[in-house]
C-alpha cells in the first residue's frame, strides 16, 4: 500500500507502525525516560512509541507536548516518525528543537483521515516526507521510484 500526505517536518524513517485509536497528550501521557503511554484513560496505555512510527489522529492537551518529544529524543525514546490527521504545532516545534539539539530527526506526514483508517499497525512501514511530497508504503507495495532514489 502506498499512502501519499502532506510533509510538516522532512526526513525518512523506516520502523514498526504503532496506531493509535485516540490523541495522545506526550505531557504527562508518556514516561519520558522509556517512551511507553502512561496515560491511564488512554486506549493504548503500555505500547512503546520508541523507535516506532507513531500514528495517532491529532495530539491532545498540553503544549508542553513539545518539551516532552525534545525529552524522549534525549533519552533516545522518541518515535522515528509521526503520522497525524492534522497540523500541529506543538509537534512541529518539538520535532525542530530535537533535531537541532539532538540531531534526532521526526519527520513528520499528514494524512486524511480515510487514508489514516486504512492504516494498519504492528507492519513495518517506510516514511519519506519531503517539501511538497511525502509518502508512507507499508506490506505488499512494490518498490517506487521517489526523490530520484529507488526504493
Given at each position: ?10 526526513g ?15 505531557w ?9 503511554i ?7 496505555r ?26 524522549l ?5 522518541a ?7 492534522r ?6 516545534i518539538?520535532?525542530?528543537?530535537a ?10 506526514l ?22 511538497g ?19
Amino acid at each position: 500500500m502506498l499512502i501519499r500526505g502532506n510533509a510538516l517536518i522532512e526526513g525518512m524513517a523506516s520502523a514498526t507502525l504503532l496506531k493509535l485509536t485516540d490523541p495522545l497528550s506526550l505531557w504527562g501521557g508518556v514516561d519520558l525516560q522509556t517512551g511507553r503511554i502512561v496515560d491511564a484513560s488512554h486506549p493504548q496505555r503500555g505500547a512503546v512509541l520508541d523507535n516506532r512510527l507513531l500514528a495517532m489522529p491529532g495530539s491532545r492537551g498540553s503544549s508542553s507536548s513539545s518539551s516532552a518529544l525534545v525529552e524522549l529524543a534525549r533519552a533516545k525514546r522518541a518515535p522515528a516518525g509521526v503520522i497525524t490527521t492534522r497540523a500541529d504545532p506543538i509537534l512541529t516545534i518539538g520535532a525542530l528543537v530535537a533535531d537541532d539539539l539532538y540531531g534526532t530527526s521526526i519527520p513528520i506526514l499528514i494524512l486524511s483521515d480515510e487514508d489514516f483508517a486504512r492504516l494498519p499497525c504492528g507492519v513495518v512501514g517506510h516514511l519519506w516526507c519531503e517539501t511538497g511530497r511525502a509518502v508512507l508504503t507499508v506490506p505488499g507495495d512494490r518498490p517506487v521510484q521517489f526523490s530520484g532514489l529507488s526504493v
